[in-house]
């Protein structure tokens, strides 16, 4: 086991990282921003180094000053969280070069899934379904002649991509160019990579993905799946669900088969998510995660499986601690993201200091954060202020159990995602289950703005 | 002066007991920026800029005029262990224009501490080998 792990993130997810640290026994090394000196995942590690000013080129994908303190305090292994550098390749491969162990898959796989194009490629050879679709294009022409091809609605996606950005719907030829120019705009902005692909799009599908775990003697589990659908405009996830209601048995034991075999395949190392694209008894690959993502938690309460503790373990020369048999599913989890937003204004981010803040607790209920009254959100990062995560024996109870926890919930000084996530609760087609990612749009689009 | 940082666990006595002193000495050594650290305990005081309004916290007895001289303070702008030059620099050394200070080893990269402009040196924070985070106070210089 490592003696001492650098966390090169910030806010809930370093605190998690923290806590798994400690509980392993391991002793722990903070990363922070100048603005972020007072925030709890500084006051909890072992040792804390401010690697730069609040932006985030300055100081959390600042790779130099990263390696710089993991070198200095000593630090054996490196664990990046999600987003930031979780899936950079070369910070991985600095972090081996330097001797020491980066928390994740290996530079290889990180960078052949993080190419959404590649990945495609590599999964269809496997024999994984994926989406009909192009390879690289460069111009709009090629994109018009590939959706002549494959047929109407069609998608422009970034292969750079994620988190919705550098994606566009073209519903038809005469949409193409301008959908082209900002999409590849807009790729060449937040990822500096404006390749382009073009792929069939599936109207309203569900997003259904697999948590898998592999150590390094080739023994690869998966830990069920999670149903993701519920979705902002902006692709990105506010309300997550394992299992995944109201799915066909058959249908489930195939993800779970593909993603074993998907990961076999690529040799994968470390947890990793595969996300499918459902449309009935269809399922297609969309994309595989080579990272702990921010909804593990669900998955881990239905499997009674630390995740985080798995990955540490794996990097750390471990074997897997239990076999596919050993994985059985107890009961249902949902998570809330608690966001720093306005529903009411298009989610639009809000930044500030806090006032009054109180979470739920209780039984079943789960809150991962790093937020406290008086703490500071500073406008550099993403909105996430925590995570409240319920179980229940069924998904209906589970429901009321979140119903509940969001009740007792006060954030005071921002605008959050609370009132509005209680509100979608209570809404009968979701209580139905198996929605699909065009629900919450539309949603969106019928409902009368609340006026606080 | 500016005080940042104090945790939410001192109580306002404890504060004004421990502060005071040392924003006395702060005020008196002419210094811009002065961290500390004990334990849970973390304080920061930095001298708030000339245009600024109402002090946070003045410890200086009525009457007491301002230190003449301004004073600089030369930050750490990476992460890495601080390398003092040959001879290294002493405390009321005076410079005649913008040198090389120390410089700061990053990955086996020499990044130069520089003084950006003359001055004499008021104080140095570290000592030669000593790890540095961002933003961390290496020499005040007078100007």
């Known amino acids: 086991m490592f003696r001492k792990v650098l966390i090169a993130n910030r806010g809930e997810i370093a605190l998690r990282i923290n806590r798994a640290c400690h509980e392993l026994g391991v002793s722990t090394v903070a990363i922070f921003s100048e603005a972020d000196r007072g925030s709890l995942h500084v006051r909890h590690a072992d040792e804390a180094f401010c690697v730069g000013a609040g932006p985030v080129a300055s100081s959390y994908l600042n790779i130099a000053n990263i390696i710089s303190t993991a070198l200095i305090c000593g630090a054996d292994a490196i664990h990046p969280g999600y987003g930031f550098l979780a899936e950079n390749a070369r910070f991985a491969e600095i972090a081996r070069d330097h001797g020491l162990t980066f928390i994740g898959p290996t530079p290889d796989v990180i960078s052949a899934m993080g190419d959404k194009a590649t990945a495609k490629r590599i999964m269809q050879a496997s024999g994984v379904p994926t989406t009909p679709g192009s390879g690289i294009i460069a111009t709009p022409d090629e994109a018009l002649a590939v959706a002549e091809e494959i047929g109407y609605p069609v998608l422009l996606k970034a292969t750079a991509g994620g988190g919705g950005k550098g994606m566009r719907a073209v519903e038809s030829p005469a949409e193409m160019a301008s959908a082209f120019a900002t999409a590849f705009a807009e790729a060449e902005a937040s990822f500096k990579d404006g390749r382009m692909y073009v792929e069939k799009l599936i109207r309203s599908p569900r997003h259904i993905e697999v948590q898998v775990l592999g150590d390094h003697y080739g023994d690869v589990v998966h830990l069920g799946e999670r149903d993701c659908s519920v979705q902002k405009p902006s692709h990105q996830k506010l309300i997550e669900e394992a299992p995944a209601p109201a799915l066909d048995p058959a249908v489930r034991d195939r993800l779970h088969e593909i993603a074993v075999t998907a990961a076999r395949a690529v040799k994968y190392t470390n947890a990793g998510t595969l996300e499918f694209l459902v449309d009935g008894p269809n399922v297609y690959f969309m994309e595989m995660n080579t990272r702990i993502q921010v909804e593990h938690p669900v998955t881990e309460m239905v499997y009674g499986v630390d995740l985080v503790k798995e990955q540490i373990r794996i990097a750390s020369g471990e074997r897997l601690g239990f076999t596919q048999a050993d994985l059985i599913p107890h009961g249902c989890a949902i998570e809330v993201r608690v966001n720093a937003e306005d529903p009411e204004n298009n989610f639009a981010p809000a930044a500030g200091t806090l006032g009054r803040v109180e979470f739920a607790g209780g039984p079943g209920v789960r809150v991962d954060t790093h937020v406290y009254a008086g703490a500071v959100v500073p406008p550099f990062y993403d909105s996430m202020l925590a995570k409240i995560i319920v179980t229940g024996r069924t998904r209906e109870s589970a429901i009321l159990r979140m119903e509940r926890a969001l009740s007792e919930t006060r954030i005071e000084g921002v605008k959050t995602t609370v009132e509005f996530c209680r509100e979608i609760l209570r809404d009968e087609e979701f209580q139905r289950a198996g929605l699909g990612v065009d629900w919450l749009p539309n949603y969106l689009r019928r409902r009368t703005p609340v006026h606080a | ?143």
């Open chain 2, 1 to 143: 002066m500016i005080v940042t940082k104090i945790p939410d666990s001192m109580f306002d006595d404890t504060i004004s007991e421990r502060v005071r002193p040392l924003a006395q000495a702060f005020s008196e050594g002419g210094l811009t920026r002065l961290t500390l650290r004990d334990g849970d305990f973390e304080l920061e005081l930095r001298r708030a800029p000339a245009a600024s309004a109402q002090p946070a916290v003045d410890a200086r007895p009525a009457g007491e005029p301002t230190p003449a001289r301004p004073t600089d303070a030369v930050l750490a702008d990476v992460v890495g262990v601080v390398r003092f030059l040959r001879p290294p620099v002493t405390e009321g050394m005076g410079l005649e224009g913008d040198r090389e200070l120390a410089f700061v080893e990053t990955l086996g990269i020499r990044n130069p501490v520089r003084s950006r402009g003359a001055g004499r040196i008021a104080a140095i924070y570290v000592t030669d080998g000593q790890p540095v985070e961002y933003g961390q106070p290496l020499f005040a210089i007078e100007r």
